[in-house]
C-alpha cells in the first residue's frame, strides 16, 4: 500500500498497474475506483479487485479517518467533503475518468462525487447501498445507539476471536471466513472517533437523506444499484427507491440487480456474481437521457 497526503491527512490506497487491455479499450474506463462502507476499510474490495485487475486498473482507497488513513484539523466529515477526497486523490494520481464502485456509505459519496465530476466520473455503481426515505423514529434510534457503540470500542475487542467469530456473522446471509470476521473487528476498532461520528450523524440527517435522491435524478451518467437479496441493514427495496430517481429506471428497475443468498458485504459473500456482473455493466455503451 501506499500513501498520500490529502487536504492535510495522510491517506492510504492501492493503485494496480494499468493493463494492456485496459489501456488498448475504447470502451472500457481507465480506472475503477473503490469507495468503502463505514467502520470498514479498502480490504474487503481485494477479492475483488483480483479478478477485475486483468481488465481494468482499480484504485482502492480507505476514506479519511477510517482503516489506514489519517484525519486532519478539518472539521467537515459531509458526503461532499468526503466525494473533494477523492477529486484530489485522481488528482494526486492523475487518472482523468474514473468509473466509481461504492459500498454503502461509500456508495452515496460516490453519487456525490458524481455529481461533482460530471466530467471525469464515467459512471457509478452503487453496492448495497440506497435509501431516500428519512423515517425519524428508525434513524434516532439508528444515531443514539451508534454514538453509544462508538464510545465503547475497546482496542481488545481486535484480538477477541469470539469477537472475530460475531462479526463474520454480522450482517451477512452466510458467515465469513473468519480472516473477515477478524478484519472487521480490527476496522471497527481502529476507525477514528470524529470520523466515524461524523460521517454517522451527517449521512444519516434528515436533510441529507432527502437530498440522495435529487442528487440522483440530475446524475447523466449511468448508474447501477446492486441489492443483497438478504440485506438487513439496506434492503432491496431501499435500493430500489432511491434507483427510481436516475433516469434509468425507465419504470421498471433496469438499473437495479438483486444478488441471491447475499446480505450486506456483497464484495465478500457474491464475489464471482459481482464481477461477472461488473465486467457485464462497464462494458456497455453509455446512453443519455431521452430530453
Not at 69 to 77: E, G
Not at 138 to 157: C, D, H, N, V, Y
Not at 236 to 243: E, F, I, Q, T
Request: net charge neutral.
Amino acid at each position: 500500500m501506499s500513501t498520500v497526503i490529502i487536504q492535510g491527512a495522510k491517506h492510504s490506497y492501492s493503485l494496480t498497474t494499468p493493463t494492456q487491455s485496459n489501456a488498448q479499450s475504447k470502451n472500457s474506463p481507465l480506472a475503477i475506483a473503490f469507495l468503502h462502507g463505514w467502520m470498514l476499510s479498502q480490504a474487503y474490495w481485494q477479492p475483488l479487485i483480483k479478478q477485475l485487475q486483468p481488465d481494468f486498473q482499480c484504485l482502492s482507497y480507505d476514506l479519511r479517518g477510517f482503516g489506514r488513513s489519517d484525519i486532519s484539523d478539518r472539521n467537515d466529515y459531509s458526503l461532499v467533503s468526503y466525494a473533494r477526497d477523492l477529486e484530489e486523490l485522481l488528482d494526486r494520481l492523475e487518472i482523468d475518468q474514473v468509473w466509481l464502485v461504492g459500498h454503502s456509505l461509500g456508495g452515496a459519496i460516490a453519487l456525490w462525487a458524481a455529481n461533482l465530476l460530471s466530467d471525469r466520473v464515467l459512471g457509478v455503481v452503487c453496492l448495497n447501498a440506497g435509501g431516500g426515505i428519512y423515517i425519524k423514529e428508525e434513524f434516532e434510534k439508528f444515531r443514539t445507539a451508534g454514538k453509544i457503540i462508538l464510545k465503547l470500542r475497546p482496542q481488545w475487542l481486535q484480538n477477541l476471536p469470539l469477537i472475530h467469530a460475531e462479526f463474520a456473522k454480522d450482517s451477512v446471509h452466510t458467515p465469513l471466513d473468519h480472516q473477515w470476521g477478524k478484519q472487521r473487528a480490527i476496522d471497527f476498532v481502529s476507525a477514528k472517533y470524529p470520523s466515524a461520528r461524523g460521517t454517522l450523524l451527517g449521512s444519516t440527517s434528515e436533510e441529507e437523506v432527502h437530498k440522495l435522491p435529487q442528487i440522483v435524478s440530475k446524475l447523466q451518467q449511468p448508474v447501477y444499484f446492486v441489492a443483497g437479496a438478504n440485506d438487513r441493514i439496506m434492503e432491496p427495496k431501499y435500493v430500489s427507491h432511491l434507483a427510481s430517481f436516475h433516469y434509468s429506471f425507465n419504470g421498471y428497475g433496469e438499473n437495479v440487480f438483486e444478488l441471491p443468498n447475499c446480505g450486506h458485504m456483497a464484495m465478500l459473500e457474491q464475489t464471482n456474481l459481482l464481477h461477472s456482473l461488473l465486467l457485464n455493466l462497464l462494458a456497455k455503451p453509455v446512453t443519455s437521457p431521452c430530453l
